[in-house]
């Protein structure tokens, strides 16, 4: 998917939580009608970007094998000029990141930008 195409897709409502560097953002995926849960992983110095882009792999991966067995609905990764890009639906995000993401960010955002 071409990058203007990704980010058409994908509109990003309102920052819901932080992990590290790393941002969570509740967004509306156009084409499905629904909210999601995208993670953008923070821009690294060049010497670490090859360590991040293993750890995006392997978390992808990860989120890959859950939906297999039903546990996760793990929509999209995309990689944008250099930035790493998550996409899942909300609930997978709160159960597996609950630490890092808000529930309350989360239903003040899905009310203020609700379809």
Known sequence: MKNEDWFS????????????NNTFFLAKDCAQ?????????????????????????????????LQEKGLVRFFDCQTIDGTFFLVTDVPAACELL?????????ERAIKQYAF
């Open 98 to 106: 609950c630490s890092h993401i808000e529930p309350a960010a989360i």
């Open 33 to 65: 009608h629904i909210h999601v849960i995208i993670k953008q992983y923070s821009n690294t110095p060049k010497e670490n970007q090859e360590d991040q882009k293993l750890t995006f792999q392997d978390e992808a991966r990860l989120l890959q094998i």
């Open 9 to 20: 897709r994908y509109a990003f409502c309102a920052p819901v939580g932080r992990c590290g």
